[in-house]
């Protein structure tokens, strides 16, 4: 089946650095890629939907200066957290369509990032 | 928007037991997704299914399109089966973003 990889799968920063993470999708073309995070216990809260060689659509509530996303080619979409502050703190996840059928999202294992 | 719900929320069961875990949604949508997350945190994609019946090793998936109902099976349960198992549809129909069940957290014990 379809592959997507993250990197890394954990990461510590300090407060008011920035942190990139990284979503492949190793064995297929992703036109589109979904960034999502989940805060202990919750479900997964969908942060911005990708599309390769466009602009990033950010949901309700998250600001797009502080979570840049870049898709830049169909393989790889990467999230960018600016000045990261503890309440960034979280399990951040992305999927990737395939683009051969509307439902066919393949998700990545997730970034645990801890910032301090 | 879809409402997704999922049951039990919480299953504890010997080892060697047949699991059963439920999902209901409320738009009618073509296809639904079960994903599994451990302790760890990673997910991993179980399962998408648009109808009937899928397997894979221990674990069937099936769905009803009509009654908007999904249950995932899991047969021969082990410990290491012990996950969050999550259900997710996308929000309306023909949409991209997924709405995720609250979870069902499963322990297998030895």
């Known amino acids: 089946g379809a592959v997507v990889s993250q990197h890394p799968s954990r990461v510590i920063c300090k407060s008011g650095t920035s942190v990139k993470i990284e979503c492949r999708s190793l064995?297929?073309?992703?036109?589109?890629m979904f960034w999502y995070r989940q805060f202990p216990k919750q479900s997964l809260m969908l942060m911005a939907t990708?599309?390769?060689?466009?602009?990033?659509?950010?949901e309700q509530g998250v600001e797009k200066d502080k979570f840049l996303i870049n898709h830049a080619s169909l393989t790889l979409s990467t999230l960018t957290v600016t000045s990261a502050h503890p309440e960034d703190s979280s399990f951040y996840i992305c999927?990737?369509?395939?683009?051969?059928?509307?439902?066919?999202?393949?998700f990545g294992p997730g970034t645990r990032l801890t910032v301090t | 928007k879809n409402e997704v719900e999922q049951s039990p929320q919480n299953l504890t069961a010997q080892e060697g037991e047949f699991i059963t875990i439920n999902c209901s949604y409320s738009?009618?949508?073509?296809?639904l997704h079960w994903l599994q997350q451990h302790p760890g945190g990673g997910i991993v994609s179980l399962f998408m299914?648009?109808?009937g019946k899928k397997k894979h090793g221990r674990l069937i998936a099936t769905i009803n399109i009509q009654e908007k109902h999904s249950s995932l099976h899991i047969t021969a349960s082990h410990p290491r089966d012990s996950a969050v198992y999550i259900c997710?549809?996308?929000?309306?129909?023909?949409?991209?973003?997924?709405?995720f069940g609250q979870g069902t957290r499963l322990t297998i014990n030895p």
């Open positions: 999927s990737a369509e395939a683009g051969t059928g509307v439902y066919e999202q393949y």
């Open positions: 064995d297929f073309q992703a036109t589109t």
């Open positions: 990708s599309n390769e060689g466009s602009k990033a659509t950010y």
């Open positions: 738009v009618g949508i073509s296809a």
């Open positions: 299914l648009s109808s």
């Open positions: 997710a549809t996308p929000g309306v129909q023909g949409a991209q973003k997924l709405v």
